[in-house]
């Protein structure tokens, strides 16, 4: 199979179209799962009492909102090296997602500062590394506004996201190399996991849900980017008949 | 029930981010079903000319 077969607009709207369920319906049969585990078997902590059942949602999204990122930079790079049109629409397509996670991983992590710091917010290293994050992903979407011609914005936010991809090493290791509020990762590639199975078990499960959820709606916005970039090219004539919705 | 809602105390911050976290989700999706109408309906436009 020659996945280069992909890599044009025209091939791949209904390849995504077609990928879209399986993502989103997966999504939402793994946050079922997930969320029944982390409030349905998971048991109360001892430190923390119930509070600590936000920790489902704040890594997962956390996660996600690095990751998407990483994701859009490499896009961004293809966009920038090859030129290629669909790469840019993929960057295009991850900011406001990313921009989502990032604000609900700022937003679930103030309301859990709060009854186990004392306080919705500090400026220590890896909140306010994090909140850098949500203001590259607000300029990315800006800049690509402020620019009609679609390659051109390509090619600008391609530059901005690019240089912003500094930010991620600096918020993934921001707890190592200063002494922050935060806690330090309490799971690692190199060590034993910091926490009871069931309550790990229940993160990791929301933490592939909000992956399924990410590409089923990047996926979803890729193909609006297309519909609306590619207007008047003769190949999507076909795209709008009836049903195809 | 109710015991389950008060979450220890802690149901204002817990229900608070799952609440926002969930309305964000919401909120993406119907954002993104009426890009999608407009986008076919400006693709269906165009291409009627």
């Given at each position: 199979m020659n996945f280069f077969?992909?890599?044009?607009?025209?091939?791949?709207?209904?390849?995504a179209g077609k990928l879209i369920p399986w993502f989103g319906w997966s999504a939402l049969l793994l946050a079922i799962v997930g969320l029944w585990i982390g409030f349905g078997l998971a048991p109360t902590d001892f430190q923390q009492g119930e509070a600590y059942r936000i920790i489902f949602i704040h890594v997962a999204s956390a996660w996600m909102s690095m990751f998407i990122y990483v994701v859009m930079a490499f896009w961004s790079a293809l966009a920038l090296g090859f030129n290629t049109r669909l790469s840019?629409?993929?960057?295009?397509?991850?900011?406001?997602?990313?921009?989502?996670?990032?604000?609900?991983?700022?937003?679930?992590?103030?309301?859990?500062?709060?009854p186990t710091w004392g306080t919705y917010w500090a400026w220590d290293a890896r909140m306010t590394s994090e909140l850098i994050l949500l203001f590259l992903y607000f300029g990315v979407i800006a800049l690509r506004n402020?620019?009609?011609?679609?390659?051109?914005?390509?090619?600008?936010?391609g530059v901005l996201a690019l240089v912003g991809v500094v930010n991620i090493p600096i918020i993934y290791f921001s707890v190592q190399w200063w002494n922050t509020l935060h806690q330090g990762s309490s799971v690692s590639m190199v060590a034993a996991p910091k926490m009871a199975a069931i309550m790990l078990a229940g993160m990791l499960v929301m933490a592939i849900a909000v992956w399924f959820y990410s590409i089923a709606?990047?996926?979803?916005?890729?193909?609006?980017?297309?519909?609306?970039?590619e207007r008047g090219v003769a190949w999507t004539g076909q795209l709008t008949e009836p049903g195809t919705i | 029930m109710s015991e389950f809602l008060a979450m220890g105390g802690y149901g204002f911050y817990v229900w608070g981010a799952y609440g926002v976290t969930a309305l964000a989700i919401m909120a993406e999706l119907i954002a993104l079903r009426a890009r999608r109408v407009n986008a076919v309906e400006a693709h269906a436009e165009a291409s009627r000319r």
């Open positions: 077969r992909y890599s044009s607009p025209s091939t791949f709207y209904p390849l840019g629409m993929m960057a295009q397509a991850l900011a406001p997602t990313g921009a989502l996670m990032t604000f609900i991983a700022l937003w679930t992590g103030a309301l859990w500062g709060r402020a620019i009609d011609d679609d390659r051109r914005a390509d090619r600008a936010c709606v990047v996926l979803m916005r890729v193909r609006c980017i297309i519909l609306e970039r | -």
